[in-house]
């Protein structure tokens, strides 16, 4: 009673389309759910997401929830996401995918979900890292473990938008560390971040996470603009 009141003078919207959502929607609206644009990567072998990394790193598969499109409902999400303090945003689209890649056995075999890390001083201000909040929602439906302190991010690399474009794969080379290999040795790892664009960052981390033994890697993202 009390939270159907609190309802009705501070309705609950969804951060997609801005309508209120009913008592039964969590977090998104289900017309949103619905409705918005999807890959169908993990169904898709070759997929174009997947040929961003050919010749570069050798991933079983990769994939993504959504079509990322300038101005169009899932670029507000990520943004209500990344910086209005929404990690629900984050955990909610992490279980509506992670129930649409128990279909495919490379994202069922995973033994631990590893989001690409956030830099320690941006985490400070955020206060979650949006990659790891879908891997909070993902752990919730696949067998895999979420672990968030395997591959970290060097605490001593500065902010990336004054330096030219090899200076910046330089830096993103080299600011990913795994401090306990063994941990990962011979693991079927699921690496997650929130948007691919060029591929540099998780091509870095898989890299990283190769040199220490690992047996595959398999990529999910919130959304790619391909
Ligand atoms: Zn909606």
Redesign the pocket.
Known sequence: MFNELLHLFFPRL?P??N?SLFQNERV??F??KHQLPRTGYHLQPGNPLERVFWGRVPFRSAAACFIFRKEGGVQKLLHELKYRNAPDIGREIGRIYARELMETPCFQEADLIIPVPLHPEKLRIRGYNQSGVFGEGLQEILPARLSEDTLIRDINTGTQTRRSRFARWENVESIFTVPDPERIRDKRILLIDDVITTGATLESCAVKLITAGVKEISVACIAAPL
Request: glycine fraction near 0%.
């Open positions: 969804c997609s389309c309508s998104i609206c017309r949103c």
